[in-house]
């Protein structure tokens, strides 16, 4: 028997739709590696939250912004 698609309308107004809040904190030096190891293996549910935010301090802020405009080419 076949199951039936359920179609469901994206809200009309922007404040009809709830943002998530953070409810964990994890540490960067926890997070990076297991970011990069899914990227690396092209695992596929990394694609699912690629337009998540992620928080981050104003200091650490400045110096990936400051990285990008001076990254290093590649030899």
């Known amino acids: 028997m076949a199951s039936r698609l359920k179609l469901y309308r994206a ?3 922007e404040d009809e739709v709830a943002v998530a809040e953070p409810d964990v904190r994890v540490r960067l030096g926890d997070l990076l590696p297991l970011v990069a190891m899914a990227q690396r293996m ?3 549910w990394l694609k699912d939250f690629l337009d998540d935010e992620v928080a981050v301090s104003s200091d ?3 110096v990936l ?3 990008r405009r001076n990254r290093p080419t590649s030899a």
Do not use: G, Q, T, V
């Open 65 to 67: 912004l400051a990285f």
């Open 11 to 13: 809200p009309e107004d």
């Open 42 to 44: 092209n695992f596929i």
């Open 60 to 62: 650490l802020y400045e």
